[in-house]
Nanobody
């Protein structure tokens, strides 16, 4: 059993920055692949970024590439999502998810993940 808790969401102006945190308990996060997904009102959940259990692979969705950075702090058992140059279309509920099984090439499919956090709201306004 893995429990995930996200934090760091909030209201930010266009062009601003936020850092989201996803802290895991029950498993060592270095043993897991972790991803961030987001879901805006009226839209389906979409992949944002992922980091492999080794930390050696960090793919990003095209919409956030160059603006977001995913990273991991093993000592804190936490994965971060640094979001810069935020746009209005970044507004969504952001959720982290982890998996210990499955093929890595499924990293951008939400059904491939075993455990999910509650989500944290990010609102970008002008």
């Amino acid at each position: 059993q893995v429990q995930l808790v996200e934090s760091g969401g909030g209201l930010v102006q266009v062009g601003g920055s936020l850092r989201l945190s996803c802290t895991a308990s029950g498993r060592n996060i270095i043993d897991l692949s972790t991803a961030w997904f987001r879901q805006a009102p009226g839209k389906e959940r979409e992949f944002v970024a992922a980091i492999s259990w080794s930390g050696g692979s960090t793919p990003y969705a095209d919409a956030v590439k160059g603006r977001y950075t995913i990273s991991r702090d093993s000592a804190q058992n936490t994965v971060y999502l640094q979001m810069n140059s935020l746009k209005a279309e970044d507004t969504a509920v952001y959720s982290c998810a982890v998996r210990s099984t499955g093929q890595w090439n499924l990293y951008d499919f939400d059904y491939a993940y075993d455990y999910w956090g509650q989500g944290t709201q990010v609102t970008v306004s002008s």
